[in-house]
């Protein structure tokens, strides 16, 4: 049926009566009068009667449509509508527009043109042009607009926990169009990569809370794949598509990157040029893979260095796009002065290329924070994204890295305590930079100690704060002997792991069991990583295991389970040459019926150096069995293998531990590929499990060296234990020592030395506050120990170059499990910034001018870069590809809507609007 909105007003069709009325009126009111000149007229007017008819006829015709016209326009008519599309003609509308604020929305138009307009740009101007053509509507519009950086903030409208059941939104008039257009010209982009779903989400609920009016959802994007393709993106277009058909939404798709799209849905834009760094890292060695990548054990960032000491700068550039560039600088600035610049004549489309820079600082260098910039420049100027190219990072320069040794033994000179053997690793050289400092347990009693210089300089006062690594070597226990830690020491060691310090124990012959699982191990509340056996031996009476070597084995003594782990950077021949060569004969025992947590990781364990004898009869039974199961095409290569087993387990008592070729024996009948068809039938699986079992038991022994896993603990700090000493302690009335690796293998001990301090320096607190790779986007969360720190943190912006960073803002940091947590923002973007903590405020006690006398002022760095490998591809997703994953979406959906309709409803719409202002 013909339906109106007013349909009561079409009474004022009878208005059109009064032009006719009046035309009759008119011909009725002239009196007739004849006179002479009457002839001459009415021959006039016979001749024009038509004409004049009809001019009469058309201007009453005229009348009655101007009377209509205004009956219609009061009236409203929908046409031939169904009654509830009808009702809802003059319904207001409300737009909830969604804007794209990522990294890759900074594309430039033109990027030879400094003041090319970029993706987001182009948005925001979109936006405001929306904004200015509904608010000249002659109905309502109500406009809110989210960000996908942070979608709980409210741009434009209504917060939704401020709504109350009111309109969703602002009503558009011209004024409100002038303050959202002020409001867009302070929206930044963020540089950081941003997933629509979160602001998507929200834009649903302002949607959902709109009962009576028309709802449409604009997104500004530049719709790259990786944003609606990939990651979380199913679960986007699951959303939008739910949207359009279940609550009725138009979806309107503004794709502001440059080229524009087409109408052929099958075809998408091409993705912009872009060159990007992806990677900046400071390490003390050089070398990479063959695949240009960092080596497993040279990942870990130095983040402090010393004049003389060469440090090297790893850094990676990528070629996101398909063409290949040419003529491409890096170069590598150090507080703003170019050190050094490495060119890149090719970089094919898709390739990455690692470059190493060294970096040496002369003894002239002033000492302090070291801003280093690492700048990539285009020749050609093709690159679209200019934020990635450049990245950023700090290092320390200091004079020397002072290290603390705990010995009770450090005065001694016959026997060597351990504290010499690690001296000579640490500072053998003094291209190392580092300082080892002496001190005897009883001397350390709280956060200060006095300390001796190892290479007979003065004594220092320091606070343990200021060692990235503390050994603590041979100490008994705690208590009252000369060995022992006096309880405030632990305390004050306690204290100095919490706070993310990294220590280091080397066990020894002052080792006391009992006191180290009382007070150092606590249940797994304490230091020490693991519980000791107190005697691990039946038939004797000490703490340790003693295993004399023997020189007649020639199997492996032990085994690194952490292949490539930075604190034992050994591989191939130099790896199997330790773990043939090192003689541990004498080390302290975890206890078996201790149940290693997930904090807790073995990183070296020690062969099986039990008696052969005890595995005879097992060896003897499973061979038997083995045997017996074996079919005839398998029995040659079984008895090959049972052979070996059977003639090495005669005469065991001769062979001590030797279980060599008694594991190679059993080893080969379960890894043999000739023997995969005998393993496949399942009625020998219980067999193979009891081979299985007993493979593992030859070849488990005790853990020799245990790590609390730093990021697993409640602890910031990390704890390596070794269950053997630092030195090669000599035995009384023995010819052998605890272990042989200081003194007969040098060349791998040293090393393993200073690896293990480089990776226990890298972890702790004072390296993680040099902090190198912050990304924009991330949670940058710096969190302090509330004894020690004000809540009151101010963050400051440091240009490149200039020695005077600008303050930006003063940060609360809320309280949080005992810490207090900082949420700091680079509002600034990417580069350098500082975090002043301590310092002087308006608060507190008037006399110092702190808010409270919780500590020394102090400064840390922090460094801000973009995330290149995610935001610097520029690749876009065609209409055809984003309809598709709609209707998968749709499927999913709780809607329950079949493949057939789902693609039905999705391609028999627009979602991209090309001309979006027509």
């Known amino acids: 049926m013909f339906e109106a909105i007013n349909p009561l007003y079409w009474w004022g069709a009878t208005a059109i009566s009064a032009p006719i009325i009046i035309h009759l009126i008119n011909r009725l009111r002239y009196r007739r009068v004849r006179w002479a000149a009457m002839e001459f007229l009415l021959k006039s007017q016979q001749r024009n009667r038509r004409k004049l008819i009809l001019e009469q006829l058309l201007l009453l015709a005229a009348r009655c449509s101007l009377v209509l016209l205004v009956v219609v326009f009061l009236v409203r008519p929908t046409g031939c509508l169904d009654p509830a599309e009808a009702a809802t003609a003059d319904w207001p509308t409300f737009h909830v527009i969604v804007l794209d604020d990522s990294l890759s929305m900074l594309d430039v138009e033109d990027p030879r043109n400094p003041d090319s307009a970029t993706a987001f740009s182009a948005g925001l101007r979109l936006v405001g042009e929306l904004a200015r053509k509904y608010s000249e509507s002659p109905s309502a519009h109500y406009m809110t607009l989210l960000k996908f950086s942070d979608p709980e903030v409210v741009e434009f409208g209504k917060p939704l926990d401020q709504l109350a059941g009111g309109t969703p939104g602002q009503q558009l008039t011209a004024d409100e169009v002038r303050k959202l257009r002020e409001r867009l010209e302070a929206i930044p982009c963020t540089f950081a990569p941003w997933t629509p779903l979160p602001a998507l989400q929200k834009a649903a609920r302002y949607l959902e809370a709109v009962t009576d009016g028309h709802k449409i959802l604009h997104v500004v994007s530049d719709f790259r794949r990786r944003e609606w393709a990939e990651g979380d993106a199913d679960a986007s277009t699951e959303l939008l598509a739910s949207l359009a058909r279940g609550n009725k939404v138009q979806i309107r ?17 091409r993705g912009h040029a872009n060159l990007g760094i992806t990677s900046v890292a400071i390490r003390s060695r050089s070398r990479t893979d063959g695949d240009g990548r960092a080596r497993p054990d040279q990942e870990l960032p130095t983040r402090v260095a010393t004049p003389g000491l060469p440090v090297y700068l790893h850094a990676s550039v990528r070629n996101f796009g398909e063409t290949e560039r040419t003529g491409l600088q890096v170069h590598l600035k150090v507080d703003g002065t170019e050190r050094a610049t490495k060119l890149l004549d090719r970089l094919a489309g898709g390739e990455e290329r690692a470059l190493v820079f060294d970096l040496a600082f002369d003894s002239e260098e002033p000492l302090g924070l070291k801003q280093i910039t690492v700048a990539l420049d285009d020749a050609e100027r093709l690159d679209h994204l200019g934020p990635d190219n450049a990245r950023y990072a700090y290092i320390e320069l200091r004079k020397e890295v002072p290290v603390l040794l705990v010995d009770p033994d450090f005065g001694a000179v016959d026997p060597p305590p351990a504290s010499y053997y690690l001296l000579n690793a640490l500072a053998g050289s003094a291209r190392t930079g580092l300082r080892p400092e002496r001190l005897s347990p009883r001397e350390l009693k709280g956060d ?5 210089d190892a290479r007979g300089g003065k004594d220092t006062r320091r606070k343990l704060d200021q060692y990235a690594v503390i050994f603590l070597l041979n100490i008994a226990g705690v208590g009252e002997g000369l060995g022992d830690l006096d309880p405030a020491g632990l305390k004050a060691l306690e204290g100095y792991v919490k706070r993310g310090g990294s220590v280091v124990f080397f066990l020894g012959d002052r ?3 009992v006191s180290y699982n009382r007070y150092l191990y606590r249940k797994g509340e304490g230091l020490f990583p693991a519980p000791l056996v107190l005697r691990p031996s039946a038939n004797r009476g000490d703490s340790f295991v003693e295993d004399a070597p023997d020189e007649n084995d020639p199997s ?3 085994r690194f389970l952490v292949p490539g782990h930075p604190a034992f950077p050994f591989r191939g021949d130099l790896a199997k040459l330790i773990t043939e060569y090192l003689s541990v004969n004498r080390y302290y025992k975890v206890d078996p019926a201790w149940e290693q947590p997930e904090e807790v990781a073995t990183l070296i364990q020690l062969a099986n150096r039990r008696p052969l004898a005890q595995y005879v009869n097992d060896a003897r039974d499973l061979a038997s069995r083995v045997e017996s199961a074996a079919p005839e095409q398998f029995a040659e290569s079984i008895r090959g293998y049972t052979q070996k087993i059977n003639d090495w387990i005669q005469v065991p008592e001769i062979k001590r531990a030797q279980k060599g070729p008694l594991v190679e024996g059993v080893g080969g009948l379960l890894n043999d590929p000739k023997l995969a068809g005998f393993w496949a039938d399942m009625s020998r699986q219980a067999l193979r499990r009891d081979l299985e079992k007993f493979f593992q038991v030859l070849t ?4 020799l060296v245990l790590e609390a896993v730093a990021d697993k603990t409640k602890v910031k700090g990390r704890v390596i234990a070794f269950l053997t000493p630092a030195a090669p302690t000599r035995i009384p009335s023995k010819d052998f020592t605890w272990n042989n690796w200081a003194n007969e293998m040098p060349f791998t001990y040293v090393p393993m030395i200073l690896a293990l301090h480089e990776y226990m320096a890298s972890l702790s607190r004072s390296a993680s506050e040099i902090e190198s790779n912050r990304e924009i986007g991330s949670a940058a969360e710096v969190r302090l120990d509330k004894d020690r720190y004000m809540p009151r943190v101010e963050l400051w912006h440091q240009k ?11 940060i609360t940091a809320r309280e949080e499990g005992g810490e207090l947590v900082a949420v700091v923002r680079p509002l600034r973007g990417p580069g350098h910034y500082r975090l002043r903590l301590n310092q002087p405020g308006t608060e507190g006690n ?3 001018g702190f808010l409270t006398a919780k500590g020394d002022p102090e400064e840390w760095p922090l460094v801000f870069n973009v995330n290149s490998r995610v935001e610097g591809l520029l690749t876009r997703i065609s209409e055809s590809e984003l309809q598709e994953k709609l209707a998968s979406g749709l499927q999913r959906s709780e809607l329950k809507v079949s493949r057939e309709e789902s693609l039905a409803f999705v391609q028999g719409r627009p979602w991209f609007l090309l001309n979006p202002l027509e």
């Open 556 to 558: 492996a003594k032990m």
């Open 448 to 452: 200060e100690v006095v300390v001796t």
């Open 253 to 269: 798709l503004h794709d502001m990157a440059l080229p524009r799209r087409s109408a052929n849905i099958n075809e998408a834009p």
């Open 800 to 810: 490149e170059g200039d020695p005077n960073p600008t303050r930006l803002d003063v």
């Open 511 to 513: 080792t006391n069991v």
């Open 846 to 848: 008037p006399e110092t």
């Open 700 to 703: 488990t022994g005790d853990p």
